[in-house]
């Protein structure tokens, strides 16, 4: 598998636990990783030819953690093309909001709109239904990586 650039945003450290948790399952499966601090982003494009992995907590009214903010602002605002980068996205929010995981929906969206494509499903950890976010992540992480390779093969 690809290499995979795994980019977190965090309020409380929920998202930066799981970032860090799907970081040791892929390379315990053998694939290289980096993960990327918030504050490490300021220009970074993602590269087409690695695969990009998102977590992110949702904040306020549906808004992205501060801390991983700026990239959204620039990634939108420069808007580079970035159509053979494939994706991932997983969203942490509660479910008792209207703006449910809006913050992982908004990359999601913004990274379509850039001309990348998502690999298997947006996934969303609801809060109130789980007190372990990264379990259902590394569940999610085994389809991915799945997808992932199906898709090459294609």
Known sequence: MRKVNLVFGTVYGNAQFVAETLQEQLNAAGVEVTLMAPETLN??????????LVVTSTTGQGDLPDDISPWFETLRGEAPYLP???????????????????????????????????IGDLLKIDACETMEPEVEAKAWLKQWTQQVSDSKAE
């Open 43 to 52: 220009g970074f494009v993602p590269p087409q030819e690695e695969l990009l």
């Open 84 to 118: 053979k980068l494939q994706y991932g996205v997983v969203a942490l929010g509660d479910s008792s909001y209207e703006t449910f995981c809006n913050a992982g929906i908004r990359f999601d969206e913004l990274l379509a709109e850039l001309g990348a494509t998502r």
